[in-house]
């Protein structure tokens, strides 16, 4: 059974930073694209990044681009969200998701995480 698990949420302050971590027990990790999408209450679901299955290529939403990098070990099987210079406005659940390789330009992720809790304070 595939379980992505992901850690790393918490309070933080505006400005502030934190790092995610999806720890993956995908068997064939590195076959597999990456994604990390946020929920904020009372809203959709929203595409935060992605990142391909060597790691050479990424994407951003325009609203955390410059701010967020994600990136990936897959020697450890963890997909990484770092996020810098946090604003009130990034507070959501943040989901890690992975599909196959074409899954970064397809946008069909086939397993998620249960999500970790991200608070920015103002």
């Known amino acids: 059974q595939v379980q992505l698990v992901e850690s790393g949420g918490g309070l933080v302050q505006t400005g502030g930073s934190l790092r995610l971590s999806c720890a993956a027990s995908?068997?064939?990790?590195?076959?597999?694209?990456m994604a990390w999408f946020r929920q904020a209450p009372g809203k959709e679901r929203e595409f935060v990044a992605a990142?391909?299955?060597?790691?050479?290529?990424?994407n951003y939403a325009d609203s955390v681009k410059g701010r967020f990098t994600i990136s990936r070990d897959n020697a450890k099987n963890t997909v990484y969200l770092q996020m810098n210079s946090l604003k009130p406005e990034d507070t959501a659940v943040y989901y890690c998701?992975?599909?196959?390789?074409?899954?970064?330009?397809?946008?069909?992720?086939?397993?998620w995480g249960q999500g970790t809790q991200v608070t920015v304070s103002s």
């Open positions: 998701a992975a599909g196959t390789s074409s899954a970064y330009y397809t946008e069909r992720w086939v397993y």
């Open positions: 990142i391909t299955i060597g790691g050479g290529s990424t």
């Open positions: 995908l068997r064939t990790f590195s076959t597999y694209a």
